[in-house]
């Protein structure tokens, strides 16, 4: 099931996780690890946001949450610290081969606008999942679609010629840093 | 009732706002929006760290948290951009008149480090709410304290010598930023 705010991370709360490949995100998570654990960069996926509306105090020392719900997002998932830029992103997967820019929340693009003019490095990290294709997709490649094309979708092409494909590899797994020092 | 965390913003939920004073939180929340509106800087608190471990489907479109749990958070609670910089804070009031250093996780105190060592600009806000007092006191000083002192409270004096007063102000309340541009 998917939640109408795209967000879809707890689908599988209840299923084993044993054999599937893993998703975009924690690759991400994971590649930040690293980048942290070698003190390359400081870059952290922000918690999910949400509006506590009850909370059960069953002891002193914990709380539990019995009532919340989904916010839509203000900003991007990730963001932090490296070579002394700040750096700021969204990362999406599509089953589909074209990217929708309805994935992307109009808030979270007008943020990267923000974020790029306060001289901050923001991007997507778009991965094509049925054709195992990963890519940078800088902030000013992402407006000059909205800007001059009328499509609702960003077509795998427009990927090929204006982003940057990230390759697999094994540690980090998604070492999208290689692409953000192109625009250091 | 205080949360062991130190998470003590859901104490109020069922009680009346009416007319209590503003919390730092809420001003700071308030100083980051005029921050944003005007174009100054584009700074947020991040969401509160949760475990999700139940989540009920009423209907196609709404998803209800029917049970999650606090995490200790691995960061600070607010980042962003500035001139720039890479902007990032804790922030802590205190009824005492010394600021006890427990109130800070070791692995926040971590993560400033590698913000300043990263070139980012790291620092705590601190109010002394009895002396309504809030002062602006950099990453170097608190280590400088950690550093050179065995003592687990910061009493106000190191404040007063080592730290920046933030005056109340009408527009934005804790303008903080007006102390970051002595550091850029």
Request: proline share 4%; glycine share 4%.
């Amino acid at each position: 099931m998917k939640h109408p705010m795209g967000i879809r991370k707890y689908k599988n709360i209840q299923t084993t996780y044993g054999n599937r490949g893993m998703d975009l995100e924690e690759e991400i998570n994971l590649s930040n690890q690293y980048y942290l654990d070698r003190d390359i960069a400081v870059i952290y996926k922000k918690p999910t946001p949400i509006t506590i509306t009850k909370v059960d105090y069953p002891s002193r020392v914990e709380a539990v949450i019995k009532e919340a719900y989904f916010k839509t997002p203000s900003t991007t998932d990730y963001n932090g610290i490296y070579k002394g830029k700040y750096i700021d992103f969204e990362a999406k997967e599509t089953t589909l081969k074209a990217f929708p820019l309805k994935n992307i929340h109009k808030h979270q693009i007008k943020h990267l606008e923000k974020i790029t003019n306060h001289g901050g490095i923001g991007f997507l990290i778009v991965r094509f999942s049925k054709l195992n294709q990963t890519f940078y997709l800088s902030y000013e490649m992402l407006k000059k679609f909205i800007t001059e094309e009328k499509r609702k979708s960003i077509p795998i092409d427009y990927f090929k010629e204006h982003a940057h494909i990230i390759k697999d590899t094994y540690q980090p797994r998604i070492d999208y840093l290689k692409i953000v020092d192109k625009y250091i």
